[in-house]
Each structure stands twice: as C-alpha cells, then as structure tokens.
C-alpha cells in the first residue's frame, strides 16, 4: 500500500469494469475498495460484517430486505450508509455511480449467501470478468 496521498479520481480513471471493486488502501484489517457500478448487482448478504458505502459520483439505490419488510435507500453523491451485518441487499444504479466501500479484508464482493451469479461475474471473487 502506498504511504502517499491517493487521488480517487485517478484511481477509478485506471479501470472500466463495473462491479469489480479495487482496493485503494488498508486501514487495520479493513479494505478501502473503490467501484463503478451502474445497473443491479445481485441479493446477498454478509452475515458476519457491515458494508459501508459512501457514493463519489452518481446516485445508488440499494434494496434491503428486513424484518419488517422490503425498503430501498437512496444514496445521492456524498451520501453514506451502512448496511447491517445479516441484511440481505441488492445494490443497483440505473444511471451509474463510482462509489467507495469500508469492509474487512478479503470481504467477497457477492456476500456469504446470494442469488445466482450472472456469467460475467466471477463466482468467486465476485468481480466483473473481462468480456
């Protein structure tokens, strides 16, 4: 990891790929991860962690399923939310969105549990493949 500043907007300048997060630093044993996301991104859900989002650029709606039922939020730039640990959700943004992500290291990108993965994702990793 770099000891230097790191201008976000150079970092999402480097890549094209949507839903395919990159890491731009460690804070402990957390990864600071970067993405362009712009349609839906699947159900899941990260039984162990929170996910947090800030929006840099565009506007993300994230669907959640919870106790009392089905709700989304709408994230405009410069918003935050956290999305408790156990809460199933499905982020999506219809007009595209760059956005940044604290979880812990090694966090997969499609959860713990999930609906299926579409063919252009990794199952795995959870990252876009290169198509």
Do not use: C
């Not at 982020?91 to 979880?103: D, Q």
């Amino acid at each position: 990891m770099s000891n230097e500043p790191i201008p976000l907007s150079k970092a999402l300048a480097s890549f094209d790929a949507l839903w395919s997060p990159r890491i731009v630093t460690r804070v402990n044993d957390y990864d600071v991860r970067i993405a362009k996301v712009e349609g839906e991104h699947i159900w899941h859900v990260h039984d162990d962690t929170d996910e947090f989002f800030l929006v840099l650029d565009g506007e993300l709606h994230i669907s959640l399923r919870e106790p009392d039922g089905e709700r989304t939020v709408l994230l405009p730039q410069g918003a935050v939310f956290t999305v408790r640990r156990g809460t199933e959700h499905k982020p999506y943004a219809p007009s595209g969105a760059a956005i940044l992500m604290f979880e812990p290291a090694g966090t997969p990108t499609v959860g713990d549990r999930h609906d299926e993965i579409p063919d252009h994702v990794d199952s795995t990793t959870g990252h876009a493949l290169n198509t």
